[in-house]
């Protein structure tokens, strides 16, 4: 059977909500991340692109570029509420779902053509996620998810756009290798050096050739060039949460040992998070005590990766959810609502040192294990 793959994408998201909450905003460059000139840009809108001014730029840089745009620091808090409002709409529409980051979904709409005019109905999942939140939302509408996700980069901004399989390799050729999906910037270049610019002139490349180049690599980046991608779309509901657990050697009321616990827990698993790329938009906590009585509490908060941000919940969720005062046999954590994205998503201070001194712990620990450096608490 033919795949049907459909691929939403919030339009320039954080700008988009900001723009919401306030609407003089419209029309206007917006440049949103960390206010000082060692702060990063998270997101920016078309406006401020036309100045050369994109995602990741130095603050500093962007407004030397535009300095005429309105500035934001980011409301991650925010924009995980917007996020989960669109999350659910697609939850009562679609048959199966994908959440890939806060501001993207997969929908699997595989056999539904035999009741529904897949585009149709498509299109009337955007005209309602519109309406409901008002926020803008492009499609890429096909066989697979490359392929989707590459016509929704060319429906933008707020447009739609359906592909269907015999206008695949038209529609691919004559678009810049950089359209393919987790094609990097030294991948591109080796290409580019190569003479290979566009996705066609790469397609028509013996896929061999390009595994000498490339390596391993190469044969998924020449499979994507010909439009074929078979990863499967999957369900969202059923994306596995990760968590840790402590069993005492001797039941315990010492509060300061548990928090210590509590701490490492939380170290091990934002090494996970930022490791695979995730975010995490729910924390629980569970404690067990000496009779086997268990509870647990849970939490939602702004999608996050970072230690000192996870340790400060779990924190407050244990000091509400410990209030028998008996001995404590077993505690855990479990993080759970991941979502692909990278630390810096939700990071919207005025200086990038916190970022890269993560990026320096994690290469310690992956070099050295995980007990080699630790966070201490501020």
Same mark, same amino acid.
């Given at each position: 059977?033919?795949?049907?793959?459909?691929?939403?994408?919030?339009?320039?998201?954080? @700008?988009?909500?900001?723009?919401?909450?306030?609407?003089?905003?419209?029309?206007?460059?917006?440049?949103?991340?960390?206010?000082?000139?060692?702060?990063?840009?998270?997101?920016?809108?078309?406006?401020?692109?036309?100045?050369?001014?994109?995602?990741?730029?130095?603050?500093?840089?962007?407004?030397?570029?535009?300095?005429?745009?309105?500035?934001?620091?980011?409301?991650?808090?925010?924009?995980?509420?917007?996020?989960?409002?669109?999350?659910?709409?697609?939850? +009562?529409?679609?048959?199966?779902?994908?959440?890939?980051?806060? +501001?993207?979904?997969?929908? *699997?709409?595989?056999?539904?053509?035999?009741?529904?005019?897949?585009?149709?109905?498509?299109?009337?999942?955007?005209?309602?996620?519109?309406?409901?939140?008002?926020? /803008?939302?492009?499609?890429?509408?096909?066989?697979?998810?490359?392929?989707?996700?590459?016509?929704?980069?060319?429906?933008?901004?707020?447009?739609?756009?359906?592909?269907?399989?015999? &206008?695949?390799?038209?529609?691919?050729?004559?678009?810049?290798?950089?359209?393919?999906?987790?094609?990097?910037?030294?991948?591109?270049?080796?290409?580019?050096?190569?003479?290979?610019?566009?996705?066609?002139?790469?397609?028509?490349?013996?896929?061999?050739?390009?595994?000498?180049?490339?390596?391993?690599?190469?044969?998924?980046?020449?499979?994507?060039?010909?439009?074929?991608?078979?990863? /499967?779309?999957?369900?969202?509901?059923?994306?596995?949460?990760?968590?840790?657990?402590?069993?005492?050697?001797?039941?315990?009321?010492?509060?300061?040992?548990?928090?210590? &616990?509590?701490?490492?827990?939380?170290?091990?698993?934002?090494? *996970?998070?930022?490791?695979?790329?995730?975010?995490?938009?729910?924390?629980?906590?569970?404690?067990? &005590?000496?009779?086997?009585?268990?509870?647990?509490?849970?939490?939602?908060?702004? &999608?996050?990766?970072?230690?000192?941000?996870?340790?400060? @919940?779990?924190?407050?969720?244990?000091?509400?959810?410990?209030?028998?005062?008996?001995?404590?046999?077993?505690?855990?954590?479990?993080?759970?609502?991941?979502?692909?994205?990278?630390?810096?998503?939700?990071?919207? *201070?005025?200086?990038?040192?916190?970022?890269?001194?993560?990026?320096?712990?994690?290469?310690?620990?992956?070099?050295?294990?995980?007990?080699?450096?630790?966070?201490?608490?501020?």
């Amino acid at each position: 059977m033919e795949r049907t793959v459909l691929h939403l994408d919030l339009d320039t998201f954080f @700008v988009s909500v900001e723009r919401l909450v306030n609407p003089s905003l419209e029309g206007k460059p917006v440049i949103v991340g960390g206010m000082g000139d060692r702060g990063v840009v998270s997101t920016c809108s078309y406006e401020a692109r036309r100045f050369g001014v994109h995602s990741a730029m130095p603050m500093r840089m962007a407004k030397q570029l535009c300095s005429q745009a309105v500035f934001i620091r980011g409301d991650m808090e925010l924009y995980s509420r917007y996020s989960r409002l669109v999350t659910e709409i697609i939850a +009562d529409s679609a048959p199966v779902y994908e959440k890939m980051s806060i +501001d993207e979904h997969y929908l *699997d709409l595989t056999g539904m053509d035999r009741f529904h005019n897949c585009q149709l109905w498509s299109h009337e999942l955007r005209q309602k996620i519109i309406r409901e939140t008002g926020l /803008p939302i492009s499609f890429g509408l096909s066989e697979n998810k490359t392929v989707a996700k590459i016509a929704t980069g060319e429906a933008k901004p707020n447009g739609e756009k359906q592909v269907p399989v015999p &206008y695949i390799n038209s529609f691919l050729d004559p678009l810049s290798i950089h359209k393919i999906p987790m094609a990097g910037v030294k991948t591109c270049a080796l290409l580019h050096s190569m003479g290979v610019d566009t996705i066609g002139v790469l397609r028509q490349l013996p896929s061999i050739a390009v595994v000498q180049v490339l390596g391993k690599h190469g044969m998924d980046l020449w499979k994507k060039a010909n439009g074929h991608d078979s990863t /499967p779309v999957c369900p969202y509901q059923e994306r596995k949460s990760i968590s840790k657990e402590r069993t005492f050697e001797q039941d315990t009321i010492d509060v300061v040992a548990i928090k210590h &616990y509590l701490a490492r827990m939380v170290e091990s698993l934002g090494f *996970d998070l930022r490791s695979q790329h995730k975010l995490a938009g729910c924390v629980t906590v569970k404690i067990r &005590y000496s009779n086997f009585d268990t509870h647990d509490m849970q939490q939602r908060i702004p &999608y996050t990766a970072f230690d000192h941000v996870l340790r400060d @919940v779990v924190n407050g969720i244990f000091d509400r959810l410990y209030n028998r005062r008996m001995m404590i046999r077993l505690v855990g954590v479990r993080l759970s609502e991941l979502v692909n994205g990278m630390p810096q998503l939700a990071l919207f *201070d005025d200086n990038i040192e916190l970022t890269q001194l993560y990026a320096a712990m994690d290469k310690i620990k992956r070099r050295f294990g995980e007990q080699s450096v630790h966070l201490v608490a501020g």
